[in-house]
Each structure stands twice: as C-alpha cells, then as structure tokens.
C-alpha cells in the first residue's frame, strides 16, 4: 500500500489508509473463517507427500456427499473452488509486479539500483522491473520445483525482513523527529511492538527452516544486497568523475544566474514544444544556416564539453546551437502536478545556463524541450518539429565513454544517444553521437546520489 500511494485518487493519503482498513478487516474476516471452517469440519491432508492442501480437505468434507440425481455436483464444486482459489492467487501475484518495480525505482533513484529502473514507460509502469520480476519468478520456481513448502519459506523470511526494516526505520524517524512531532511517544510503541515481532517470526522461522531453502534465501538476498553496494559503488564513481570534469572545465564567471520567463509556450504543427521563441531575434539562431541542436541534460561540465569537441570537429561550421532537453518524469517526479511544475523549471533553468555559455563563445543560441517518460521517444517528436523550422541542422549528442567498455558499464549505463540516433536514422535525420570519456579514478566524497541524464 505504501508504495502504491502515488497511484491512487486524491486525496492519496486518506485513500491509502481507508484502503488498508477494508484491506485487513476482509483478511480478518477471511482467514478467520477458514480457520473456524477448519475446525468445524475436522479438515486434514493425509500426508504432506500426498500434495493436497488444507482447503482441498475443507472443500472435499463440505461437498463431497452432493450427488443429487446422481450427479456430481459435489466433484464440479470441488473443482470450481480450487480453480477460483488459484486464479485469486494468479490475481494477487500482481501486487510483486507492480510494487517490486516500484522498489526498483526508488532504489535507482538513490543509485542503488541501474537508474534504468527509474524511468516510467508510456503506460506509467517500470517495464525494466516488471521484466526483471518476471526472470527471477521463473528461476525460484524452477529451482523449487514448485514445492508450497520451499516457496512460503523463501517468500516467509524475506517478507519479515522487509517488515523489520520497514519497522525499525519508522521507529527510527519517531526517535530522530520527537521534538518536530509531540504525539511521537503515540506512534513509536507501535512500531516497536511490530519490530519486535516481526524480527522474533524472523529469527524462528530462520532457525527452523533453514535446511529447507532458509539458506537459499539468505545467500540470495546477501548477494543482491552486494551487488546493490557494488552499484552506488560505482555511480559515486561516475558522479566524482563527472565533477573532476567540471573543475577541468568550469563554467565563465562573467555568466550570470538565468531568470527562468514566466508565460504560455511556443507550440508547432507536430505538438507543444516548450521554451522556444517563434520570433527571430539577433540571439537567435538563422534557420538559413548550418545549425547544430545539441542534446543536454542538467548543466555541467559534461555538456560543456560536448559543446567544445563538437566544435573542434567542425571548425566554422556551424552558425547557431539549438540546446534541446527531455524532462523525463520518472519515479522520482510521479508524486503530482507540483513537481511536474518543478522538473520542467529546472530543465529550463539548465537550458538558460547552456545558451549564455554559447553565446560567450559567439554563438547564437537557442533552446527547447519536451516532458515525457521516454528520452527516445520525445526526442524523435521535438526533432520531428525542428527539423522543419531548421532544415540544415544536425542533431548532436554526448555519450558517456568508459576506458573499460565492460557489460557492467553496459548495464548500468543506458545508451540512450544511439537510440535516438537510430530513431532520427529512420527519419532520414542527420545526427551523430559525440564521445565523452570519463577516467574513473579516485572520487572525493559526495553527497548527491543521482547521476545526471546522459544526454
């Protein structure tokens, strides 16, 4: 429920919890009666080998004897409620698949997991997770076998140690924040009380089961808690790296901060293009000439440098730039309208911070961009539009460029410039992908954990 807030019908946090109340008391209620349905009836399995279930035997002691007319009433029943139990089940498997990927996203957020994770497809789901899910759901049946037993140890011991970290952070903030909130002494027992059992249910099960795939499970999540580590490892890495290049390339001092304009946004025959101006002015760049559109990300030194070796390998050339941006909402900015608001300021802000370095470098210059899900898929729309209004352009882009081309690079690195290369390709759209290597060395200690977009 925690993780599905952002999906739900304002206002969000009240839904959340009348959700959580119909949700527990129809367990409640559920369970309950099954239980007593248990014992009422005296349902039992003959044997754990006999592969029969707890409500195979309720269900059996209940209808077996329904023959009227002879008809086997009772065995369609039987059937009938086994398969509607199975596919509630199938239905309620749904929930790993839209809160894992959700997970996942948080986690790339805060570089814990490939920032690929974070990005929204066109219908708001992580397809990256969902994928992922999908793989490792068939490699734990496969290795189970499908055997009940082993599966509700495996999912048993990871359940609680999600419930004990879950519990321990609340009691943690409620520690931490007691002088923001003067009811804190009114929440903490409550998740001390649920720390305290969920580590209890977690040590025994532990003890009890770990011959019977506890071990498993345990040595599967150390690892993906290391590869995890390995990770944030590695984007701290690229973000020290990325800052070296901005102390080797500092922005000019005579810039001066952009005030970001307030007003509608220009729009064109192929839909809304934000941020750039239908008027020609002197600082704008001639549609008549050569004109490279260049796309950036957040203002750095990475962007800076693309701009350089582009001019080095086209000296004279080009006549204007044309700074092209994709706010991309991801998981981070899929909280509301607000921070919509906020992503497209920032990326207009970063775009301002990129035509004043042009034009100290005698440049006319000009900006747009587009808000999307998907990089590749906006950037083909926005260059659709321009390429009309700049008919000799040539669209550029900076890829990140490693001394080790690895397939660890690979995957925590998306190659979003050579798919939306190919996608311009495919227009009959020149572009090109410029590198920028990156020396991975010793990084200072940071403290932003996101790495910027690579375009």
């Avoid at 959340?16 to 129809?26: D, E, F, G, I």
């Avoid at 900076?398 to 690195?413: M, P, V």
Wanted: with cysteine; net charge neutral; proline share 5%.
């Amino acid at each position: 429920m925690s993780n599905g807030v952002a999906m739900m019908r304002e206002p969000r946090v009240k839904t959340a919890k009348r959700t959580m109340v119909l949700m527990a008391v129809s367990l409640a209620v559920t369970a309950g009666g099954i239980l007593l349905s248990y014992l009422l009836v005296g349902a039992h399995v003959p044997s754990r080998e006999s592969g029969r279930t707890m409500n195979w035997a309720l269900v059996t002691a209940v209808s077996g004897g329904w023959h009227p007319f002879g008809l086997p009433v009772g065995t369609v029943f039987q059937w009938l409620t086994l398969m509607s139990e199975g596919l509630l089940l199938f239905v309620a498997a749904q929930a790993g698949f839209l809160d894992g990927p959700r997970v996942m996203a948080n986690m790339a957020v805060d570089s814990w997991f490939p920032h690929r994770f974070a990005a929204l497809s066109d219908r708001l789901s992580m397809r990256n997770g969902v994928t992922l899910m999908g793989i490792a759901a068939c490699l734990v049946l496969a290795y189970s076998r499908g055997d009940i037993s082993t599966l509700l140890v495996m999912y048993s011991i990871n359940v609680f140690v999600t419930f004990s970290l879950s519990n321990l952070a609340m009691s943690r903030y409620w520690i931490r924040h007691r002088k923001d909130h003067p009811d804190w002494w009114r929440h903490l027992p409550a998740h001390v009380l649920a720390l305290v059992l969920c580590m209890s249910i977690l040590g025994i099960t532990i003890y009890e089961k770990f011959g019977e795939g506890g071990w498993v499970t345990l040595v599967v999540t150390a690892l993906l808690v290391a590869v995890c580590f390995a990770i944030k490892q590695h984007y701290q890495s690229v973000i020290g790296a990325l800052r070296r290049l901005d102390d080797d390339l500092p922005s000019p001092e005579e810039l001066e901060a952009p005030v970001v304009p307030e007003g509608p946004d220009a729009t064109f025959a192929d839909g809304p293009i934000k941020g750039l101006s239908e008027h020609h002015g002197e600082r704008d760049p001639d549609p008549n000439k050569p004109v490279a559109i260049l796309l950036v990300g957040a203002y750095s030194g990475l962007g800076r440098h693309a701009i350089l070796t582009l001019l080095r390998m086209f000296p004279g050339h080009f006549q204007g730039i044309v700074f092209v941006s994709i706010a991309v909402v991801d998981s981070e900015s899929f909280k509301g309208a607000e921070q919509v608001g906020l992503l497209e300021k920032r990326t207009r802000e970063g775009l301002l911070w990129y035509e004043q370095y042009a034009r100290s470098l005698d440049l006319r210059a000009a900006s747009a961009f587009a808000v999307g899900t998907e990089v590749p898929m906006e950037a083909e729309k926005i260059a659709a539009a321009l390429v009309r209004r700049y008919p000799r352009a040539l669209f550029v882009a900076g890829q990140l460029i490693f001394e080790e081309d690895s397939l660890w690079n690979r995957a925590l690195h998306n190659e979003t410039a050579f798919m939306v290369q190919t996608r311009l390709q495919r227009l009959g759209i020149p572009m090109i992908v410029v590198p920028v290597r990156i020396d991975l060395g010793e990084s200072r200690p940071m403290r932003a954990p996101r790495l910027p977009q690579e375009l």
